[in-house]
């Protein structure tokens, strides 16, 4: 069943000598693409205004314009205007593209607390691939973490697999996660470190890994998008499926979508993580092309990143049905 109450996972910061809330329990889903910036943002102008249609009206408050220096700037109202010039922007091929690419980020508050709804993008341009040989482009897209209270967790599946197949994705992953905003970078990522040895159904939430991403999938989520030359290095869609009964999957345009378990899974181990479904299963599957940069989680150390790959590798699957 959807998660009964984690409002206790929320994490506060003070700011000016204020608290602000820092790190929020969500949902979330990511999508990685190794296609060239005016292709990604194209698909991802696409991807928005699914997401805004998709969640209540009024959801987004502010943007943020990342540029050289990401904490120099500040939330601006997001309003007609501002939706309209985005997709303008990004479906034109951005104005705003610096030497390593174009990002943005859609903020639920106006003062970069977390908040309940939110979305980023992170557009790579590589001058010289050579240099950065494992860079991607990535797109995430936040919800509360009560959403499936009120939306039917196969409806929710369903936009999942609408986005993928509006964004040239290698590969992506949908569950709970952390959602935080720049402004509160340091502390939150300080809180998520704490919080996800405990919650191993949590993504980690941390961006950068789409900086080493290229030709590898994130460690095992609810939901896992696996593109072709994926599926093939894997040994095959046939072989895939033998691996992986009891998982549903849906065939993909450009690859498969992978459901772990029926709910997107807590995973609280001080509650024995009964929900975690077929998590452990998929992990095995996963673990040849797994992300494989323990110190790029933003987890604080080699140890700790290394723990969280591979949290579901000594764990029994339980049951798919985890209501």
Same mark, same amino acid.
């Given at each position: 069943?959807?998660?009964?109450?984690?409002?206790?996972?929320?994490?506060?910061?003070?700011?000016?000598?204020?608290?602000?809330?820092?790190?929020?329990?969500?949902?979330?889903?990511?999508?990685?693409?190794?296609?060239?910036?005016?292709?990604?943002? !194209?698909?991802?102008?696409?991807?928005?205004?699914?997401?805004?249609?998709?969640?209540?009206?009024?959801?987004?408050?502010?943007?943020?314009?990342?540029?050289?220096?990401?904490?120099?700037?500040?939330?601006?109202?997001?309003?007609?205007?501002?939706?309209?010039?985005? $997709?303008?922007?990004?479906?034109?091929?951005?104005?705003?593209?610096?030497?390593?690419?174009?990002?943005?980020?859609?903020?639920?508050?106006?003062?970069?607390?977390?908040?309940?709804?939110?979305?980023?993008?992170?557009?790579?341009?590589?001058?010289?691939?050579?240099?950065?040989?494992?860079?991607?482009?990535?797109?995430?897209?936040?919800?509360? %973490?009560?959403?499936?209270?009120?939306?039917?967790?196969?409806?929710?599946?369903?936009?999942?697999?609408?986005?993928?197949?509006?964004?040239?994705?290698? !590969?992506?992953?949908?569950?709970?996660?952390?959602?935080?905003?720049?402004?509160?970078?340091?502390?939150?990522?300080?809180?998520?470190?704490? $919080?996800?040895?405990?919650?191993?159904?949590?993504?980690?939430?941390?961006? %950068?890994?789409?900086?080493?991403?290229?030709?590898?999938?994130?460690?095992?989520? %609810?939901?896992?998008?696996?593109?072709?030359?994926?599926?093939?290095?894997?040994?095959?869609?046939?072989?895939?499926?033998?691996?992986?009964?009891?998982?549903?999957?849906?065939?993909?345009?450009?690859?498969?979508?992978?459901?772990?378990?029926?709910?997107?899974?807590?995973?609280?181990?001080?509650?024995?993580?009964?929900?975690?479904?077929? $998590?452990?299963?998929?992990?095995?599957?996963?673990?040849?092309?797994?992300?494989?940069?323990?110190?790029?989680?933003?987890?604080?150390?080699?140890?700790?990143?290394?723990?969280?790959?591979?949290?579901?590798?000594?764990?029994?699957?339980?049951? %798919?049905?985890?209501?």
């Amino acid at each position: 069943m959807p998660p009964k109450n984690l409002e206790s996972l929320r994490r506060t910061s003070i700011r000016f000598k204020q608290e602000c809330t820092a790190v929020q329990p969500g949902l979330a889903v990511l999508l990685y693409t190794t296609a060239e910036l005016d292709r990604a943002t !194209t698909a991802a102008a696409d991807i928005l205004e699914a997401y805004l249609t998709f969640v209540p009206d009024g959801s987004i408050k502010a943007i943020y314009h990342i540029g050289e220096n990401e904490y120099s700037s500040g939330f601006v109202p997001f309003d007609a205007a501002a939706r309209n010039q985005l $997709l303008y922007d990004l479906r034109r091929g951005p104005v705003l593209i610096d030497e390593d690419g174009y990002d943005f980020v859609l903020s639920a508050t106006m003062d970069g607390q977390a908040g309940q709804y939110g979305c980023r993008f992170r557009g790579t341009t590589i001058p010289d691939p050579d240099d950065f040989p494992d860079e991607t482009s990535l797109i995430r897209l936040e919800f509360p %973490w009560d959403y499936l209270d009120t939306v039917d967790v196969d409806i929710f599946v369903g936009f999942v697999k609408d986005v993928a197949e509006l964004y040239p994705f290698c !590969t992506g992953h949908a569950g709970m996660s952390f959602i935080n905003t720049i402004v509160y970078e340091p502390a939150a990522r300080a809180e998520i470190a704490k $919080l996800v040895p405990r919650f191993l159904g949590f993504d980690c939430a941390y961006d %950068w890994t789409y900086v080493y991403m290229r030709g590898k999938v994130p460690p095992a989520h %609810w939901i896992q998008l696996l593109d072709l030359v994926t599926v093939e290095r894997l040994g095959g869609e046939n072989r895939l499926k033998q691996a992986l009964q009891g998982c549903e999957i849906h065939d993909l345009s450009q690859g498969l979508l992978v459901r772990g378990a029926k709910y997107p899974p807590v995973g609280d181990v001080n509650r024995l993580a009964l929900d975690i479904g077929l $998590l452990p299963a998929v992990a095995k599957v996963l673990a040849p092309v797994r992300y494989d940069e323990p110190n790029e989680l933003g987890l604080g150390s080699d140890t700790a990143g290394k723990a969280y790959l591979r949290r579901f590798d000594e764990r029994k699957s339980r049951d %798919w049905n985890n209501d």
